[in-house]
């Protein structure tokens, strides 16, 4: 590729975020002037329910690069982005979010690696978390590590978010990948090729609500974990197998002292304490077994993790008419919606 002449898409999930979505372009405008001939803006309108579209659209009429990629619905940031990734043309792609959390200056230092170093997957890392609670800090702290431990390939660098630069390559690799459990933190890292991890601080949110709470958190980090690893499922042989040598080793103990001391009937106590100790063991490895076949259904089912309803600005002009079916998703309607701009 030239890098001489070269296109990098900005992608930027939106899901009601009309307060931001004004104030992102402004301050990109600012902060990546200076390459601003190499930029694209595409919107992914995540099925906002306030007016966000609506407000992108109005964007559209001042600036010609900014597209917009409507989803029929809200299907999540990982189908956002797995949406952007299928159907952007730029020579590279930046993740970013609407919020400013994701600082626009550090993009001028993402395509300086990019073009001058080579490197084809540029991401930021949160070195300063202050901003964060101490449980936040803690919890995702911990899954860093627990991820890391269980998956014995992928390794995802601790405090590094969605927030990076991919070349090409990359973008066309991950447009492979057919599963549905799109945890797009561990997918980024899956192709592997030049990879460097660059250091910022996180600002707060410029205005509205993070989408975010612990239960969500909690079930996106079971995705990850079941996404990447299958130690979880595989471990219950083990801890079952060394239930069972103490399981044998306390009969022979018993045997043996029933047979010198005659029989003893109490034992209320040290029947029960096993009996629950097995019946949570059971239960919580039947839990695993679930999480696990839960999302093996979702993968046989092959249902897309995205449907696009409508795409507009230059984009449209570069996606085929008609509807197309990409590994994960589907793209809808573009004749009847896009039919004034080609
Ligand atoms: N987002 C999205 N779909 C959703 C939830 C969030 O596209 O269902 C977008 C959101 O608009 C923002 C980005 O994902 O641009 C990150 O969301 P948020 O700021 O709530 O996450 P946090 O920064 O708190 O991790
Ligand atoms: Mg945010």
């Not at 034992?267 to 696990?292: C, K, P």
Request: contains cysteine.
């Amino acid at each position: 590729m030239d890098k001489q002449d070269y296109l990098v898409s900005l992608v930027v999930p939106c899901y009601n975020e009309h307060e931001t979505v004004e104030t992102f372009v402004k301050t990109v405008d600012e902060k990546l002037e200076s390459i601003k001939d190499h930029l694209e803006i595409v919107f992914v309108d995540d099925g906002s329910k306030d007016d966000t579209a609506a407000i992108i659209e109005r964007l559209q009429k001042d600036d010609e690069r900014i597209s917009l990629i409507k989803l029929s619905r809200n299907f999540g940031k990982e189908a956002a982005m797995s949406a952007a990734l299928d159907l952007v043309k730029g020579d590279a792609l930046v993740m970013m979010d609407v919020d400013l959390q994701d600082p626009p200056e550090l993009v001028l230092e993402f395509v300086r690696c990019w073009r001058e170093e080579g490197v084809d997957n540029v991401y930021g890392i949160r070195t300063d978390r202050s901003q964060d609670t101490e449980t936040k800090r803690m919890t995702s702290g911990g899954f860093y590590y627990v991820f890391n431990k269980l998956s014995s390939r992928v390794k995802i660098p601790s405090n590094a978010g969605d927030f990076r630069l991919i070349d090409r390559k990359v973008i066309d690799t991950l447009k492979q990948l057919p599963e549905r459990n799109r945890f797009m933190k561990g997918l980024f890292a899956w192709p592997g090729f030049v990879s460097k991890g660059i250091g910022y601080k996180r600002p707060e949110r410029v205005a509205g609500k993070t989408k975010w709470n612990y239960w969500k958190l909690w079930n996106f980090a079971l995705d990850g974990i079941s996404g990447f690893s299958s130690l979880p499922l595989r471990v219950w042989s083990y801890i079952g197998g060394a239930i069972g040598v103490l399981a044998i080793l306390y009969m022979i103990f018993i045997f043996i002292k029933t047979a010198i001391t005659g029989v003893e009937v109490p034992g209320y106590a040290s029947l029960m304490s096993a009996i629950l100790f097995l019946g949570s063991v059971q239960l919580i490895s039947i839990g695993v077994l679930g999480e696990y076949l839960g999302r093996l259904g979702e993968e046989v089912k092959g249902r897309p993790v995205y449907v696009v309803s409508k795409i507009t600005g230059p984009l449209a002009k570069q996606v085929k008419n008609g509807m197309s079916v990409t590994p994960v998703g589907v793209t809808c309607n573009l004749d009847a919606e896009n039919k004034d701009q080609n």
